[in-house]
């Protein structure tokens, strides 16, 4: 079967870093989502990725490893706003979605 | 108005009733899904209209009923449904076809609660 891990829920210190992983097993592979999810909002796109590497946009960076089926979301210089939970979803061979549960980010002062 | 719309946002009913939920995008785009969101699962596509044709439908039990009137306007319509129906249902546009990620918009959600 098709499978996205996440981790369920992490914590971290405002003003800090923080790397939420993100591991697949899928029926081939046509791109990874990122999206931001605050509680009771909409989830919002944050990044794509569909080649190996870093992406970065500001203070949020996606990485993709196709060869090991992973993923990570960097989040720099946390701000409190920051607290929400954030979904990886890959898209596979037949150009499915494919969600993972989310991670809950809990950000302290 | 912008990006997409759901109504309402909450929703109490009971297994007898009958409701509907909207959905309205302001994007242009040429495809709508239903997603299901349950606390601590992964979302859930429920339907997917695509150029107002039905392509997808995941084994959605009867009891919920799509409509699709034109590109813009996607519906949801609930009938005696089961206290575990109860859940966040989203809808998202997105602009099919091209290259590019075909991102999804999703609007913010109808919280339902069935009795």
């Known amino acids: 079967g098709q499978n996205i891990d996440q981790p369920t829920e992490m914590t971290a210190t405002e003003g800090a870093i923080v790397q939420i992983n993100c591991t697949y097993q899928?029926?081939?592979?046509?791109?990874l989502f990122w999206y931001q999810q605050h509680a009771g909002e909409a989830p919002t796109f944050l990044s794509y990725n569909v080649l190996d590497g870093l992406e970065e946009k500001g203070r949020f960076s996606s990485f993709l490893s196709r060869s090991k089926g992973y993923s990570y979301l960097l989040l720099k210089e946390l701000q409190m706003k920051d607290s929400a939970s954030y979904l990886c979803?890959?898209?596979?061979?037949?150009?499915?979605?494919?969600w993972g549960a989310g991670t809950k980010l809990i950000i302290k002062p | 108005e912008t990006g997409v719309t759901q109504t309402p946002r909450h929703l109490v009913m009971g297994m007898t009733n009958k409701k509907s939920l909207k959905c309205e995008q302001h994007?242009?785009?040429?495809?709508m899904y239903w997603y299901k969101q349950s606390a601590k699962k992964p979302l859930e596509l429920m339907f997917v209209?695509?150029?107002?044709?039905?392509?997808e439908n995941n084994s959605v039990p009867s009891r919920f009923s799509p409509e699709c009137p034109n590109s813009s306007h996607l519906f949801l319509h609930l009938h005696t449904l089961q206290p575990e129906d109860s859940a966040l249902y989203l809808c998202a546009s997105s602009q099919e076809g091209g290259s590019g990620a075909n991102v999804l918009t999703f609007g913010a959600g109808s919280r339902l609660t069935v009795l």
């Open positions: 994007l242009g785009h040429n495809a």
């Open positions: 899928t029926s081939g592979f046509n791109g």
């Open positions: 979803a890959v898209r596979d061979s037949n150009y499915q979605l494919i």
């Open positions: 209209y695509n150029f107002k044709e039905q392509t």
